[in-house]
């Protein structure tokens, strides 16, 4: 007989001890991601990719709409919406996540939306309510995560937007154009064993892309067409689920935090700067600054419409 995880549905218990655990470290850049200025973190940079995005399908309807992020966590997403007067709500089941988001906004001396402790997959919150529910990082906690999908779309009015951020388990042996990259700059051949050893092992790779990730939080590896499937059994239109966010940096063993390593850093950083403010110049038709190919993706992004 098989045991109980209590992980499958996003364990109050386990993401509240995460979120105090990141309250409590000394490491700054993981207790709040928002950034006013110039990114000086790669996830700094993508976190307000994400926020762009969001605003580029909303379009002209964004400075009156309605916006809910599900599974808000640090609220980072919400803090770039909030400071651009936008009109925002945020939903989670942890208090340890509101008290970090409360301290983040605080900070940046935003002010603090609605905070709404609430399950995700069942809200209570009144049908039609939200012209837009966006999630990042939040439908791969859960081993079935149609629930939680069925309940951001019931929030949402007609014409309103979908917009979850995915981020499943990959395998190393996805991630092998960004470690060559950072291995490169760094000029580590300490890297390239690692990482050689790492894809010459299938089992280990399966293994990765099935573990529990942190304090055994779960994450799964649905592919992207479950996704799509999911989303337009509930009746969405114009759904897609696309290669999302190449701006990655590896993270292994041999990455210690020297000079050469910062410095390897900073290298990444500037050019996926540079790239990203290209894509803004040349976006032309493209509406997503995040979206790539299926050999650079770190996530992806599951979009659709209420009709």
């Given at each position: 007989m098989t045991a109980h995880n209590p992980y499958s549905h996003?364990?109050?218990?386990?993401?509240?001890?995460?979120?105090?655990?990141?309250q409590s470290?000394?490491?700054v850049s993981n207790r709040v991601i928002f950034t006013r200025g110039h990114p000086l973190l790669v996830k700094q940079l993508y976190q307000?990719?994400?926020?762009?995005?969001?605003?580029?399908?909303?379009?002209?309807r964004r400075s009156s709409a309605q916006f809910l992020e599900f599974g808000s966590g640090r609220g980072t997403t919400s803090m770039y919406l909030a400071s651009e007067g936008y009109d925002v709500s945020l939903v989670d089941r942890s208090l340890e996540a509101f008290r970090l988001a409360r301290i983040n906004f605080d900070n940046e001396e935003i002010d603090c939306p609605e905070m709404i402790l609430t399950d995700v997959e069942r809200s209570g919150i009144k049908?039609?309510?939200?012209?837009?529910?966006?999630?990042?990082?939040?439908?791969?906690?859960?081993?079935?995560?149609?629930?939680?999908?069925?309940?951001?779309?019931?929030?949402?009015?007609?014409?309103?937007?979908?917009?979850?951020?995915?981020?499943?388990?990959?395998?190393?042996?996805?991630?092998?154009?960004?470690?060559?990259?950072?291995?490169l700059l760094l000029f580590a051949p300490g890297n390239f064993v690692f990482l050689m050893r790492r894809l010459s092992s299938r089992r280990v790779a399966r293994k990765e892309a099935t573990e529990?990730?942190?304090?055994?939080?779960?994450?799964?590896n649905h592919k992207r067409d479950q996704y799509l499937e999911w989303l337009q059994e509930l009746g969405a239109a114009e759904v897609r689920c696309i290669p999302y966010n190449p701006y990655y940096v590896p993270n292994n063993p041999y990455y210690v935090p020297t000079a050469r390593s910062r410095i390897a850093y900073k290298a990444i950083l500037f050019l996926y700067a540079w790239h990203l403010e290209l894509r803004k110049r040349m976006k032309g038709k493209r509406t997503l600054l995040l979206e790539t190919m299926p050999m650079l993706e770190t996530c992806y992004l599951l979009a659709g419409v209420k009709p």
């Open positions: 996003g364990g109050y218990e386990q993401y509240n001890a995460h979120w105090k655990d990141i470290a000394q490491n307000r990719a994400y926020f762009q995005d969001i605003c580029s399908l909303m379009g002209e049908s039609e309510s939200y012209d837009c529910v966006f999630s990042i990082g939040l439908l791969e906690h859960f081993e079935d995560p149609r629930s939680t999908l069925r309940e951001s779309y019931r929030l949402l009015k007609p014409g309103g937007l979908i917009f979850h951020v995915i981020v499943p388990a990959f395998p190393l042996s996805k991630m092998w154009f960004h470690n060559v990259l950072f291995a529990k990730s942190g304090k055994n939080l779960l994450r799964t």
